[in-house]
C-alpha cells in the first residue's frame, strides 16, 4: 500500500515537472546528482510523503527547565535614534525588503503573501509546494525574507535600549500572529530547513533582548501560555530541520546555516529529551563543514564574496553562543574563522569597499544594525580584531561598530581601543595570494590613499557539483585605485525570477574577462545549477618593489568543436604606473572574440582616437589597445543585450558603462590592453 501510494506521489512529481516544462533541468539536475544522493533525495521524499499522512511529526511535549543565555555580555548600548526609528516604521507597519524601500506590509504582515507581486501562496502542505513556481507564490525571495524575523530583532532592540514595553508587546503579536498565520508543516514558509534556522537564531536574539526567561511577556497564565506556543513552534522547527537538511550537492552554506539555527536553538532551549543530540550532531556537522566549506587559506568555497561573510558570520555567531554556555568549538575551527576575516582584509581596498564577485543575496544571519550603511565586512573585522588579538584587523576596521557591541559589550570595545593604539606608525601588511581560492592582489601603497589595488580571480567556478553561487568569471579583474572604484564586478541582481537577468548577471559578458563565440565559459543548466565548469588556474605569481606579475589561464571553452584554451597575463609596473593585461589564445579555426571592461558607476568614461578615457574623483585612467585594430564601443544601460548594469542591492540595478572591444582570433592570436593611470 505504501509503496503503490510512493509511485503514485512520484508519477504525480514528474507530470508536474512535465507541465511546468522543467523537464530539462531535471535531468541536467539528476546528472550533476551521484546514485547516494538519488537515494538520499528519494528518502526524503518518502518523509515528505509520510508526515502529509501524519507520519514522523514533531511531538514536543512539555518543554522542561529554563533557557540559557544568548550571550553574556555587559552591553555597551549604542545610541537608541537610529533603533527606535527603525522600531516604530515596523510598527507603522512599514519593512525594507530588498529593492522594497518602506514598504507598506501592514501590521501585523500576512506572512504567506509576496510583498512584490502580492501573490499569496496557498496554505498547502509545505514540502509539496513548488516554491519555484512565481505563478503560484510570487518571488519566493521577497516572501521569505521578512518570515526570517530580522524586524523583530530590531524590536527587541528597541525594548532593551528604551524599557518602552509598546516594542516588547508588539513582538509577541508578531509571532502570534506567525504561529497562526503559518500552522506547522503547511505553507510557503514550512519548505525550506535554511529559513528555519535563521528564524530560529533570530528568535534567541529576539528572547534574550525581550529579558529571557525572565521576560515580563511571560508573566502569568496568558504569559506562561504565549512562553509554550513560542516554545512548541521551536521544537517543531528543530525537528524539521533535523529531518531535512542539504546534503550532498546541495551541501553548501545552507548546510551550514541549518546546522547553526540547530545548534543555538538547541542551546539555548536545552527544554526536550531530543536537545542533547541536535546540539551534539549540529555543533559535529559544523566542526565538519567549517573545514570542508572554507579552504585552508580562509576562501569560501562557493567563490561569492557575500556568501563568505554570511559563512563567516554564522561560524561567529555560533562559537560565541557555544563559549557562553561551554560548549567551545576546536581551534582549528577558530583558525578558519580567523583565517577568513583575514581575507576580507585583503580584499577590501583602502575605503572598505569589496569587490561584488560570485553570488549575494543581500542576506544577513541577524540584523543587528537596522541601517543601511551598516558595512558587514567592517564589522567581521571589528569583531574579529578582539577575537584573535589582531591590531591589523582594528586598524583596517578603524572602528568598533553596533553589531561588535551587541556581541561583546564594553569588555570587547575596551580591547578594541587597545588594539587599536597599537603600532600606528606600521603599515597593515594582509597577503596578496590565495592560491586555494584562487585570488591573487597586485598593487602598491596598500591602506594609503594613493592604494593600487588589482584582483584577479583564477579559482573554481564554485562549490559542489552544481556551483550555485559561483559565476562565470574566469581571469576576470577588478581594480580600485586611491579607493576609488573603477573596474568592477557588476552584482548579482536576480535569484529566482527573471531568467535573463540571472542569467546575465551570473554570465561572462558581465565580468571583465573574454567571451568566445558569444558563449559563457561555463554552460548553464538553471538559476543555480552549473552543468560544465570551466576550470582555472595560474601558472605564475611574482610580487616585488618594481613589478607584481600573474600569469592563468582556463579550459572553459575547450568543449567547442575546435578548441580554445584562453591565457591571461597581468603587469603592474610600479614606478611607471601603468598595467599591461594580455590576452592569448590558442585554437584552429575562426572565432569571435569580446572584451568587457564594466565601470563603476561613479566614473565618466569618454571614447577619443581608440582609447578610452575613465575618470573617477581622484583618477583617470587610460585604456588603449594598442597593438590591435579593434575600436571599443561603450553600452550603458541597454536592456536588450543586456550590458551595462550594476547591481549593488539585490534586485535593485542602475546602468553603469561598459566598454567591449570585439574581433576575431584564428590559430595562436595574443591582444595587449593597456591601462595607465594618474592621479587628479
Same mark, same amino acid.
Given at each position: 500500500?505504501? +509503496? ?59 518543554? %522542561? ?14 545610541? =537608541?535614534?537610529?533603533?527606535?526609528? @527603525? ?116 528568535? %534567541? ?20 501560555? +504565549? ?31 541549518? /546546522?547553526? #539555527? ?72 577558530? @583558525? ?11 580584499? %577590501?581596498? @583602502?575605503?572598505?569597499? &569589496? ?41 583596517? @576596521? ?53 592604494? &593600487? ?39 548579482? /541582481? %536576480? ?14 559578458? =558581465? ?151 570585439? #574581433? ?17
Amino acid at each position: 500500500m505504501l +509503496f503503490c501510494s510512493l509511485s503514485k506521489f512520484l508519477l504525480k512529481q514528474v507530470v508536474m515537472v512535465l507541465n511546468i516544462k522543467k523537464l530539462g533541468w531535471l535531468i541536467a539536475r539528476l546528472r550533476r546528482m551521484s546514485v547516494p544522493e538519488v537515494l538520499y533525495r528519494v528518502r526524503m521524499v518518502c518523509l515528505t510523503e509520510a508526515q502529509s499522512r501524519g507520519c514522523f511529526i514533531a511531538e514536543p511535549g512539555d518543554a %522542561a527547565g529554563k533557557s540559557c543565555p544568548v550571550l553574556d555580555v555587559d552591553l555597551a548600548l549604542p545610541d =537608541a535614534g537610529n533603533y527606535l526609528q @527603525a522600531a516604530d516604521r515596523i510598527l507603522n507597519g512599514n519593512f525594507n525588503i530588498f529593492a522594497l524601500r518602506d514598504c507598506s506590509l501592514g501590521f501585523p504582515p500576512n506572512w504567506n503573501k509576496d510583498p512584490l507581486t502580492g501573490i499569496a501562496a496557498p496554505l498547502v502542505f509545505g514540502k509539496k509546494l513548488n516554491y519555484r513556481d512565481e505563478a503560484i507564490v510570487g518571488n519566493i525571495k521577497y516572501l521569505w525574507e521578512p518570515n526570517r524575523h530580522l524586524e523583530l530583532v530590531t524590536l527587541a532592540q528597541a525594548y532593551t535600549l528604551s524599557v518602552d514595553e509598546k516594542y516588547a508587546h508588539v513582538c509577541r503579536e508578531m509571532l502570534d500572529s506567525w504561529f497562526e498565520q503559518c500552522p506547522y508543516l503547511y505553507g510557503p514558509n514550512w519548505t525550506s530547513s535554511l529559513e528555519h534556522a535563521v528564524r530560529l537564531i533570530n528568535w %534567541a536574539f529576539v528572547w534574550q533582548f525581550l529579558g529571557g526567561e525572565d521576560s515580563f511577556l511571560f508573566a502569568g497564565s496568558e504569559g506562561m501560555a +504565549f512562553r509554550e506556543r513560542w516554545l512548541r513552534s521551536v521544537f517543531q522547527h528543530c525537528h524539521f530541520i533535523n529531518g531535512y537538511y542539504s546534503r550532498y550537492s546541495s551541501a553548501n552554506n545552507h548546510l551550514l546555516g541549518e /546546522y547553526m #539555527g540547530l545548534f543555538v536553538a538547541s542551546t539555548v532551549w536545552p527544554c526536550w529529551k531530543e536537545s542533547s543530540y541536535w546540539q551534539e550532531s549540529a555543533k559535529a556537522g559544523l566542526e565538519i563543514e567549517a573545514l570542508k566549506q572554507n579552504f585552508t587559506d580562509g576562501c569560501n568555497r562557493e567563490q561569492g564574496i557575500w556568501y563568505h561573510h554570511e559563512v563567516a558570520d554564522m561560524l561567529l555567531l555560533c562559537g560565541l553562543v557555544g563559549r557562553t554556555n561551554g560548549v567551545d568549538f576546536s581551534k582549528d575551527y577558530w @583558525a578558519r574563522l580567523e583565517a577568513m576575516i583575514e581575507f576580507i582584509g585583503s580584499m %577590501a581596498n @583602502a575605503k572598505m569597499s &569589496v569587490p561584488m564577485i560570485g553570488d549575494s543575496d543581500d542576506a544577513v544571519m541577524v540584523r543587528f544594525v537596522p541601517d543601511d550603511g551598516f558595512s558587514v565586512y567592517q564589522s567581521l573585522l571589528a569583531t574579529g580584531a578582539v577575537l584573535f588579538n589582531r591590531s591589523d584587523f582594528a586598524r583596517k @576596521a578603524g572602528f568598533f561598530d553596533d553589531k561588535s557591541r551587541w556581541l561583546l559589550g564594553k569588555e570587547g570595545e575596551s580591547v578594541f581601543t587597545e588594539l587599536l593604539s597599537v603600532s600606528q606608525n606600521d603599515s597593515i601588511v594582509f597577503r596578496q595570494e590565495y592560491p586555494a581560492g584562487g585570488y591573487y592582489i597586485l598593487g602598491k601603497d596598500f591602506e594609503t590613499d594613493k592604494e &593600487v589595488k588589482l584582483i584577479v580571480d583564477a579559482g573554481p567556478l564554485g562549490y559542489t557539483s552544481i556551483a550555485a553561487h559561483g559565476h562565470a568569471d574566469a581571469l576576470a579583474m577588478v581594480l580600485s585605485i586611491g579607493g576609488d572604484e573603477i573596474l568592477i564586478d557588476p552584482g548579482t /541582481y %536576480a535569484y529566482h525570477t527573471e531568467r535573463k537577468w540571472r542569467d546575465y548577471f551570473k554570465g561572462t559578458s =558581465a565580468h571583465n574577462t573574454v567571451r568566445i563565440d558569444f558563449q559563457d565559459q561555463s554552460v548553464s543548466g538553471g538559476n543555480f545549477l552549473w552543468t560544465t565548469h570551466a576550470k582555472a588556474w595560474f601558472d605564475l605569481f611574482e610580487v616585488s618593489t618594481e613589478q607584481d606579475c600573474f600569469r592563468g589561464a582556463h579550459d572553459g571553452y575547450t568543449r567547442l568543436a575546435d578548441p580554445v584554451v584562453h591565457y591571461r597575463s597581468v603587469r603592474f609596473e610600479k614606478e611607471s604606473e601603468r598595467i599591461e593585461v594580455c590576452d592569448s589564445f590558442d585554437c584552429a579555426q575562426e572565432h569571435e572574440i569580446e572584451l568587457f571592461w564594466h565601470i563603476s558607476e561613479s566614473c565618466s568614461v569618454e571614447i577619443s582616437e581608440g582609447s578610452v578615457f575613465i575618470h573617477s574623483p581622484k583618477v583617470c585612467l587610460e585604456m588603449s589597445m594598442p597593438e590591435s585594430e579593434m575600436e571599443p564601443k561603450m553600452v550603458q544601460g541597454n536592456e536588450n543585450l543586456p550590458l551595462g548594469w550594476i547591481s549593488r542591492r539585490f534586485d535593485f540595478k542602475v546602468p553603469s558603462p561598459t566598454i567591449v572591444w570585439t #574581433g576575431k582570433i584564428e590559430g595562436k592570436s595574443k591582444f595587449l590592453t593597456l591601462l595607465k593611470y594618474t592621479f587628479k
